[in-house]
């Protein structure tokens, strides 16, 4: 990516999530090889986005569920590698700073980004600046409790909003509600390869689409329980913004419809008074743009202060 | 108040609120008279805390539910009168920002505070400055839902907070368990100056710490959503410190034991590592040295930044 944010030149690759943190390293530092030997210019800097907790202070990798990652030192190595500056971010953070640097949240600082996949993650950017907490590990936004009597999560908590609207709670619903009563499941069934185990939140958000009943009723709890989630984050945060993404919204975007109305009858007024709830610009590049930028930011800022 | 938080002189009165704005000005201005005629140097900043929703620009009140106010320009207004620099924040935003700079959260850049009283306020400090938000509305902590399905709160919107640990809450929950059943009440109603509407948080707690069962229950669910509550702020805003204060955790401060076991239990650990969950350090004086100490520091912001 240049300075003013347009993806140069890109290489896509599969993570060998089985070939271990030197594998992976192996790959990354390959593929920045061949950007270096296409590019014009040489490179000032590398950041990587990556899924998991990381040490804010020497870009280490606490915990990465993922990929089975524990304590790497992602960026001492591959600083190491590739002779070049290196910052890592959690990949959230990274799509919520490319939204607010060049997407749907420009020029606001006061941004909650929330995304919904198979988990549910969030980033903040409070004031202009992006919200990291005591240890880095703030904007856990899948787990503010929505219902104490609730489902559990994997966290080991229940009634977390993930355990309602990411992509394995939906799942995990769906099969639940056809195992107790087959009725109105078999078209569900059938597009899971003939198996209740095999559904997915994909398969809920395509027949949803087409108007299946059960499919509806699956994802109207996911409704309801996402604006509930949506109200708490604005009476806390007060955003200008409130930017949705990740698969389960770009399965079912009328999602984003349901929250916006749901805020603005249900959250406090002067909380929701200048917000505007949107999906991201971005799409995929988000995070490839975020975490570039964040790089460059993070160095300048490191300069500016002397060390 | 002095530069170093000693409060040298103070007057306390009660707040008219069937005088208006007016009157109350007039009270202030009195009171802000008769201490600079006591006091042995001249004053720098006059630092007000409020009960409402404040103008983070030009410090007016845009409404208080509890003075019955809308729109009174409230900083200018004693500016005015007094003739001094008047910064008005809000009053929890005060008692946050004294516990921080003086009290429990001393030295923490990542700290929430949670007050529960008749309402619930909060306060966050994020990386070292107050959270403010899009239009000042930042930190309704007693305003996320904790039970999509729960009883309706002050706000229009259902299981809030707020509507299960705020002192109305608990007073409306007590009344309506002893309307439906007044076996076990009797000691309670009898406190209450013999009727179920004279029912108050106060006479809940003060029967629940005797051992009264009734009472003791309804401060089980108090405890209940009190515990799922601070676990969302603790996975969202991962502070160092998370401050408890307020009537009903003056009341019954074993509420305080119960979140703090709650949260290493039931938070991510990533969030809850570095936590200490304990009550403000400062009592009643923290919104007092708060206020003052945030006018004096807005000034000087306002003075570096070259307006």
């Not at 969030?122 to 219902?147: F, K, P």
């Not at 604006?227 to 604005?234: D, E, M, N, Y």
């Amino acid at each position: 990516m240049d300075l003013e944010g347009v993806v140069r030149d890109s290489i896509k690759m599969s993570t060998r999530v089985e070939s271990g943190p030197a594998g992976i390293e192996a790959d990354i530092e390959r593929a920045i090889r061949e950007l270096r030997e296409r590019a014009k210019g040489p490179p000032i800097a590398v950041g990587v986005g990556i899924a998991g907790q990381i040490d804010g202070r020497d870009g280490s990798v606490h915990f990465s569920p993922n990929l089975n990652w524990r304590e790497v030192p992602l960026q001492r190595d591959l600083e190491q590698r590739l002779g070049l500056p290196v910052v890592v971010t959690n990949d959230v953070r990274a799509i919520t700073w490319g939204e607010w640097v060049y997407g749907a949240a420009k020029g606001f600082n006061d941004v909650v980004c929330l995304f919904v996949g198979t988990g549910v993650g969030g980033g903040v950017i409070s004031a202009g600046r992006m919200l990291s907490g005591c240890a880095n590990a703030a904007g856990e936004l899948g787990h503010i409790v929505v219902d104490i009597d609730g489902p559990v999560c994997t966290c080991g908590n229940r009634g977390c909003l993930e355990a309602f609207v990411g992509g394995w709670a939906i799942a995990r619903r769906a099969q639940q509600t056809v195992k107790q009563d087959r009725n109105g499941g078999e078209r569900l069934v059938e597009l899971s390869g003939g198996t209740i185990e095999g559904i997915t939140a994909e398969a809920v958000a395509r027949l949803a689409r087409g108007g299946d009943p059960l499919c509806l009723s699956i994802i109207d709890v996911v409704g309801h329980a996402l604006t509930f989630g949506c109200v708490s984050l604005v009476n806390v945060f007060n955003p200008c913004r409130l930017i949705m993404g990740g698969g389960v919204i770009e399965g079912v975007p009328e999602l984003i419809d349901r929250v916006r109305d749901g805020v603005r009858r249900l959250a406090l007024p002067a909380a929701a008074a200048a917000l505007e709830v949107m999906p991201g610009a971005l799409g995929s590049s988000a995070g490839v743009v975020g975490a570039a930028n964040f790089a460059v930011r993070t160095l300048s800022d490191k300069a500016r202060a002397g060390g």
